[in-house]
């Protein structure tokens, strides 16, 4: 596209091929990981990668660079630095999820930042009558909370209404999955509905299970789904991303989390049928009505230091044996290591088979803890974080009628842990936490004042 050699795009600088394989010889050592994440709190088994992700010190380093270049000349920062560096970063996400165009590629702030782009769209074609009143958006129940809100913000409001799938947990396979999907698929479709946009996990948050996202997209398109958008806030760095095979109009990955850039900056591929749509950046900037690449790349004086460095980040992987592969492959393997020594220690049990998980799992919780809601979950944690250095979600599983529930020898388990693996985490992250639930399941006096009455 021509776009792409225009001066606000980066010209022809910028590479654009960029190597998903290691080129050097020598790969990082266990000393120079721990070096990497040296400014990491050495007191807290830090074992919730998933919400925040880390940056290793090289990465940080180059993200100071481009903050100081800023700094030194603004102006011939902006007029010839951004948009190469920014092109440069976008054409090695390009590679990485193979996509066809580097137009098809968007850096934005964050998931959040690119559900409400994709949503706004949608709720403007409601306002505007191309969509009838309660035609729908499916999604999954356990969405990420934002995307919740933002469907209240953008679609529900200007008439749209919304169909939740129940996601089953614990969950034992694909086909579970699926089949609750198309249940959900037939009640948006009942009376004539449309559903207009369907809302897919490629990992889900809370609980975590991997989505067999690409058989769920095909389901849509069979099913007549106008649009599908995958929030895949925890997939690039964790599984796999092919974004022509999974055949999404939208897909969004943060890359603070698991591919080691700074916070905050995530990608959002468009495909080109679906460019033609009036999606724009939620920041009306000079760049408006330029395409959403351009417009996300220029919403005012901000730090842009976290959209440049991706090439940094693809440098540090790349020092790993079989890079991004190897790392993935590694935190696959540790985390169900992980999850299944504390599931014997605590004789309790793994929320999902380890095929339908990357680099976090859910592991139940004993039952005498005695989690009984959301808030006692949440007060678990925090006593988790402030009396025994463990930092790691919570997540509270009622029953729903007629569910009998996963049951340990005192009772149902109504709580599991997400416990995640990144490559600067330690065995001894993991026996902390085991150790603090042992010592707080055979202590009711502690539980008492966790969940006071």
């Known amino acids: 596209m021509e776009e792409a050699k225009g001066p606000r795009n980066g010209g022809d600088s910028s590479p654009t091929q960029v190597s998903k394989k290691p080129r050097i010889s020598g790969y990082i050592t266990e000393q120079e990981i721990h070096e990497e994440f040296s400014h990491h709190n050495p007191n807290v088994a830090r074992i919730n990668n998933g919400s925040f992700g880390s ?12 903050q100081l270049q800023f700094l030194q000349q603004p102006d011939d920062f902006y007029f010839n630095t951004l948009r190469k560096g920014i092109l440069h970063s976008r054409t090695v996400i390009k590679n990485l999820i193979n996509a066809d165009d580097v137009d098809e590629i968007s850096l934005v702030d964050n998931a959040t930042t690119a559900a409400a782009i994709v949503l706004q769209q949608i709720g403007r074609a409601f306002a505007e009558g191309k969509f009838a009143k309660n035609d729908t958006v499916l999604m999954l129940h356990c969405a990420y909370e934002a995307v919740k809100k933002s469907i209240q913000a953008y679609v529900t409001r200007a008439g749209g209404s919304v169909i939740e799938v ?13 089949a609750e999907f198309k249940r959900g698929l037939g009640k948006g479709k009942a009376n004539g509905k449309k559903i207009r946009l369907a809302i897919i996990d490629h990992i889900t948050a809370l609980p975590c299970v991997v989505v067999p996202v690409k058989e769920l997209v095909k389901i849509c398109r069979e099913e007549g789904v106008e649009q599908v958008f995958v929030d895949a806030a925890h997939a690039i760095g964790s599984v796999d991303i092919n974004v022509k095979e999974i055949g999404a109009d939208f897909y969004v990955s943060n890359l603070h989390k698991w591919f080691f850039c700074p916070p905050s900056v995530a990608f959002l591929y468009c495909k080109k049928a679906s460019s033609e749509l009036d999606v724009h950046h939620l920041v009306v900037s000079h760049e408006y009505g330029n395409g ?3 417009e996300s790349a220029w919403v ?22 079989d890079g991004i592969q190897g790392i993935m492959k590694r935190n696959h393997e540790e985390v169900i290591k992980m999850g299944r020594m504390l599931a014997e220690s605590w004789r309790t049990n793994l929320g999902s088979p380890p095929e339908m998980c990357a680099g976090m799992i859910m592991v139940g919780l004993p039952s005498r803890l005695r989690v009984s809601s959301e808030d006692d979950a949440l007060r678990l944690r925090s006593h988790l974080r402030e009396c025994h250095g463990v930092e790691v979600p919570i997540h509270f599983q009622g029953l729903r009628d007629g569910e009998e529930g996963v049951k340990d020898k ?18 001894e992250d993991y026996c902390r936490f085991r150790d603090a639930v042992n010592h707080l399941a055979e202590s009711r006096q502690i539980c008492r004042t966790i969940y006071p009455v």
């Not at 129940?166 to 699926?178: G, H, K, M, R, Y």
């Not at 901000?302 to 540090?316: G, I």
């Open 166 to 178: 129940q996601l089953p947990f614990p969950v034992n396979s694909n086909e579970e999955i699926i």
């Open 410 to 427: 005192d009772g149902v388990i109504t709580a599991y842990a997400r416990i995640s693996h990144q490559i600067y985490n330690k065995f």
């Open 55 to 66: 940056c290793p010190g090289s990465v940080l380093a180059a993200q100071k660079n481009w």
């Open 300 to 321: 005012g004086t901000r730090d842009y230091s976290s959209q440049l460095v991706v090439p940094a980040a693809l440098e540090f992987v790349n020092r790993f044996e």
């Open 292 to 294: 959403l690449p351009i």
